[in-house]
């Protein structure tokens, strides 16, 4: 969000608020007139292999966030089309279940090189949708493509397990097998890693797939798509449609759709939860978060102010894993003006420009609450360091701009925190209901240490402000973070989108003559 604010004392918070709930997918109920916008290009369906123009009379503009422009149209898919993008994606799925795995293995091998080669297209539509740097959006790409990457190798992390002889001539095996139609419902500010986080793994273990991009910045999704095809994806195996609340609230009750992936704000993503999990689905939702980094008088000065800046300026504050709150342990006197001076220098701009460090934020609206929020801190009497509400990018005049902004003089009644010690700031963040994230910066490795047994946060950092892991691990957000049993990408990844089947056999050189035994068989020998 563009926003840091420091208390000044001897106890001191240094905080990075974001944009509702972390930048995530929030249901929006502002739809237009598809004539609203007749020159702006409409974004189609994906429906049974096939890019199909949308009968819907509802559209929503996808704007430019820097420049106000309309880049297209997304329609607010019809009833019929949702039933028929899931009814070819259950049609698909007996054949593509059967597809041996080292031909889906190839089709992911094949994809991961046409994303390479589309690298540029695909961030400079991300930037154009969403409002990122280039290099930030060829960032989002790169996670997502190593995502796909891992997904390469699903012969073995698919593989089951196998005993032998756990009886008398009785073996055992278990296998993972695709569940079925699987659909994923995608957030704003990842336009592409957060769909290669979900379809690639999906498709890979032998399911089918229902896709959801975000109403603001749907691009990344159907390019991503048309690639997939052009890789040999079967027609139907992925399927995309659009909206707001009511294609959300249709994927949630569809009887055919197994497993529904999630990733946005905790109000939608406990709605989704809790109305898919009834219906007896899987849910994986990855939601809000308050990422937290203590910082120790120890820490490397540099390094650390560079993290810092880094993590909470990057991508305007709109990352689920930004450092929203920062507590130092003694006084912000030795930090407080290397961070002010690096902010200074962060050039504003819109994300297409050369060598730009901040781009806007999504939205008109989003912008507005951030001025808000920095009002708010300014009227209960904390000190505007930085102010860059009202800044003016020349040529962009029109773009949700925020500058860097830094608040001090912040005091505990606006929410901030005090620590005196390791140990006080620990059970600061401990009491803090979410688990995504947590980070701290230190030369000491006992302090190191003990913050990573105690803090109850599910990815931990070490002098690493963003621990996002690679895929060969999993994203293991915890607390109001996440809801579900299982995480996204890695072996959870694998684990969410199969289930086990566990076969028993015997195999026997005679059956004849043996009398009947109707006691519980057991591993004994009777």
Not at 45 to 57: A, H, M, Q, V, Y
Not at 70 to 80: C, G, M, N, Y
Not at 372 to 384: H, I
Request: aromatic share 8%; with cysteine.
């Amino acid at each position: 969000m563009s926003q840091l604010s420091i208390q000044r004392a001897r106890k001191l918070k240094f905080l990075m608020p974001q944009i509702s709930a972390l930048g995530s997918y929030h249901f929006s109920t502002a739809a237009q007139s598809s004539s609203t916008k007749p020159n702006a290009p409409r974004v189609p369906n994906l429906i049974g292999g096939r890019f199909l123009e949308s009968k819907s009379s509802s559209f929503i503009d996808v704007i430019n966030p820097a420049t106000q422009e309309v880049v297209s149209q997304v329609p607010l898919t019809t009833d019929e089309e949702f039933k028929a993008a899931v009814t070819a994606a259950k049609k698909a799925f007996p054949s593509w279940r059967n597809t041996p795995v080292t031909t889906r293995q190839r089709v992911m091998l094949k994809f991961q090189e046409l994303i390479r080669r589309d690298m540029d297209k695909l961030a400079f539509n991300v930037t154009t949708e969403q409002g990122k740097t280039l290099k930030d959006a060829q960032g989002d790409v790169f996670r997502g493509l190593e995502v796909v990457e891992h997904a390469c190798g699903m012969g073995t992390l698919q593989m089951g397990e196998y005993v032998s002889n756990v009886s008398h001539g009785v073996d055992t095996y278990s296998v993972r097998e695709p569940i079925g139609v699987c659909a994923g419902i995608c957030p704003f500010n990842f336009p592409a890693m957060i769909p290669l986080w979900m379809f690639p793994v999906a498709v890979t273990c032998g399911n089918t797939f229902v896709l959801k991009p975000s109403e603001k910045d749907p691009g990344a999704s159907l390019m991503l798509a048309e690639l997939a095809l052009e890789a040999g994806l079967p027609e139907g195996v992925l399927n995309v449609v659009h909206g707001t609340h009511d294609i959300v609230n249709a994927i949630c009750d569809d009887d055919d759709i197994k497993a529904i992936s999630f990733v946005g704000s905790n109000v939608a993503g406990m709605h989704i939860y809790s109305r898919a999990a009834a219906k007896g689905k899987r849910v994986q939702s990855n939601m809000g978060a308050k990422n937290h980094a203590i910082v120790m008088p120890d820490a490397n000065v540099d390094a650390t102010v560079n993290a810092l800046i880094a993590a909470g300026f990057g991508a305007a504050g709109q990352r689920c894993m930004a450092l929203s709150t920062v507590v130092f342990v003694g006084g912000s006197q030795q930090w407080e003006s290397k961070i002010v001076e690096r902010a200074k220098a962060l050039k504003v701009n819109a994300g297409t420009e050369p060598d730009t460090d901040l781009g806007p934020v999504i939205s008109k609206q989003a912008k507005e609450r951030v001025k808000t929020l920095v009002q708010s801190g300014v009227e209960s009497g904390a000190k505007l360091l930085i102010d860059g509400r009202n800044i003016v990018v020349p040529g962009y005049e029109s773009g949700n701009f925020v500058g860097p902004t830094i608040l001090s003089n912040i005091s505990t009644d606006m929410e901030c925190y005090k620590a005196d010690s390791l140990e006080e700031a620990i059970d600061i963040i401990n009491k803090n209901k979410y688990g995504n994230g947590a980070s701290i910066f230190t030369t000491s490795g006992v302090a190191a240490r003990k913050f990573q047994t105690e803090i109850e946060a599910g990815q931990v950092g070490i002098n690493v402000p963003i621990p996002v892991p690679l895929p060969f691990f999993s994203f293991t957000g915890n607390k109001a973070s996440f809801a579900g049993d299982l995480n996204f990408y890695g072996k959870a990844g694998v684990n969410f989108f199969t289930q086990i089947k566990t076969i028993t056999q015997q195999w026997k050189e005679s059956v004849g003559g043996s009398k009947v035994n109707l006691a519980m068989p057991t591993s004994q020998k009777s």
